[in-house]
């Protein structure tokens, strides 16, 4: 970790009041679970074309194959908690610093770190529920586990709707959400620092975030282990681990009166 950088960011954060920070998978390495473009990651594993939106509503195929990967990533996020990347956020929610937090995630570690609901857009929804495509009804995806360790191969709706039932995380080929999107590119134009945190910067269209912000006149600092596409734009650059960088940045800034 590059001391100056992180001095720097210090510096930045503590001249800011309406911070938005833009999470990826990186901010969650940390806590167990594994991002999908680092090696190692869930991509070296599976093929991404396989586990589209169209290859889960085309066929009850499609759908078991779905579940046999869920089946077995769901346990790591369950067993997962908040890291100090994901605290450490909360402390500049708390200082009243941070506007929200857009997260690509899925995995609810910010809500679980703390921050409220309303302070937490996810762009790609949110793996610890699930829904009934026919009824709406709601499932915790904790109970949809209990049915596919119990030998249930592909969950169906509670008799008598037997609809198609869906972890509500965005697929691959399936629409944005809209509500979502829009929010999310009105707080990232409405920040004065636009800060990414773990994230590759190469899935479309969430990456266009710092973009917009940077566009209305943010700050733009990405804390990223590996380069991004964005690298170029940003006014700051801190090359380290989320967990690591947030927190210094954190207990620096608990440590000195805030400048508002
Ligand atoms: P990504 O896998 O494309 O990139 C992650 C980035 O984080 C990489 O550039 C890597 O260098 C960096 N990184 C890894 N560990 C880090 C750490 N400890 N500190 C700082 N940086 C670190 O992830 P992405 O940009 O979020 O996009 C991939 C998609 O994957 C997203 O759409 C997201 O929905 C999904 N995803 C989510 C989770 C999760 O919910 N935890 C996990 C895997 C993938």
Redo the contacts with the bound molecule.
């Keep these: 970790m590059n001391s100056s950088a992180v001095e720097r960011l210090c510096e930045i954060v503590s001249a800011s009041s309406r911070i938005v920070a833009f ?8 806590s167990g ?6 090696p190692g ?2 991509w070296d594993r599976f093929d991404p074309n396989e586990f589209t939106f169209q290859n889960f509503m085309k066929s009850e195929a499609g759908r078991r194959r779905y579940w046999e990967l869920g089946r077995s990533t769901f346990p790591v ?1 369950r067993r997962a908690e908040p890291n100090p ?1 994901h605290h450490a956020l909360v402390t500049l929610w708390r200082l009243g610093k941070l506007d929200c937090v857009i997260t ?4 609810n ?1 910010h809500q679980r770190a703390g921050l409220p609901g309303e302070r937490v857009i996810e ?2 929804g949110n ?1 610890t529920r699930a829904r009934c495509l026919s009824c709406e009804r709601p499932y915790e995806r904790e109970r949809i586990q209990e049915w596919l360790e119990a030998g249930v191969a592909v969950p169906a709706c509670d008799p008598p709707c037997g609809g198609i039932i869906k972890p509500r ?2 697929m691959f080929g399936e629409a944005m959400p809209r509500v979502e999107m829009d929010e999310a590119e009105r707080r990232s134009r409405a920040s004065d620092l636009f800060l990414v ?7 479309y269209p ?1 990456a266009y975030m710092p973009l917009h912000a940077k566009d209305a006149g943010a700050t733009l600092a990405i ?4 380069e ?1 596409p964005h690298d170029g734009q940003a006014d700051l650059v801190v090359r ?4 690591a960088v947030l927190a210094a940045v954190a207990d620096r800034l608990q440590a000195r009166p805030a400048s508002r």
């Design positions: 999470t990826g998978a990186g901010v969650s390495t940390e679970i594994p991002d999908f473009r680092s990651g869930v996020i990347g690509q995630n899925i995995d570690l762009l790609h793996a995380t965005v945190v773990g994230s590759s910067l190469v899935v969430a804390v990223n282990l590996a991004t380290g681990t989320a967990a």
